[in-house]
């Protein structure tokens, strides 16, 4: 059965820093977006393409932690990847502000 998990900053950061595996990081923002500034290790899949690169890259029951520009599109692309058949999808709640909020890392040219 699916949930519908909305992931804290917090929890997420914890993760990194523990150094525990067996999850992805999805950034379904515009790539120039994500260029300029995303959160260390998550890899950029548009929206358009999220559940066809999803399959293709990912094991349906890994844990994905999503987000994109705002709430609203990051509800949208977990509700994508839940329907295609991914039963562990957290979405990030803020974003990419609320992981920078509690100093969470970045990468690109903007970070």
Known sequence: MSTSLLADVHDLKSRL???QPAFTIIDVRDRHVYNHSHITGAIPIPL????SRAKSALHKERHIYVYGEHDAHTAHAAQVLRTAGFTDVSEIKGGL???TTVGGATEGVGA
């Open 48 to 51: 358009d393409d999220l559940v």
């Open 17 to 19: 820093e523990w150094g």
């Open 97 to 99: 502000n609320a992981w």
